[in-house]
């Protein structure tokens, strides 16, 4: 009888091992999608408004979220170049108007 119950302990205790590693190895992953996400969503709302901070923003988490393998890669890379267009924009709104802002009309 002992025999068996050492061998259900270590069952168990290999199993919670497994799930354990599961967990800590799904986690990166998850925060890698997350970081793709927030690089394409910064990189769009760059394009409207802040985007010397939101251009940046978006290039970086868009690279972390490559660099770490995410599955979102299309988010990622879309995050990165939303985030570039961000930084062409601004360079253009500044040589053309002298301003780092949008302004409508005269």
């Known amino acids: 009888m002992t025999a068996l119950t050492e061998a259900t302990s270590t069952t168990r205790t290999a199993s919670?091992?497994?799930?354990?590693?599961?967990?800590?190895?799904?986690?990166?992953?998850?925060?890698?999608?997350?970081?793709?996400?927030?690089?394409?969503?910064?990189?769009?709302?760059?394009?409207?408004?802040?985007?010397?901070?939101l251009g940046p923003c978006a290039l970086v988490l868009g690279g972390l979220a490559l660099a770490r393998g995410t599955d979102r890669r299309g988010r990622a890379l879309l995050g990165i170049a939303?985030?570039?267009?961000?930084?062409?924009?601004?360079?253009?709104?500044?040589?053309?108007?002298g301003t780092v802002s949008w302004h409508i009309g005269s």
Do not use: E
């Open 16 to 53: 919670a091992a497994a799930k354990a590693l599961r967990r800590s190895a799904s986690r990166p992953r998850s925060h890698a999608d997350g970081m793709a996400v927030a690089s394409f969503i910064l990189g769009l709302l760059g394009t409207l408004v802040l985007n010397l901070v």
């Open 82 to 97: 939303l985030g570039a267009a961000d930084l062409l924009l601004l360079a253009l709104l500044v040589t053309t108007d």
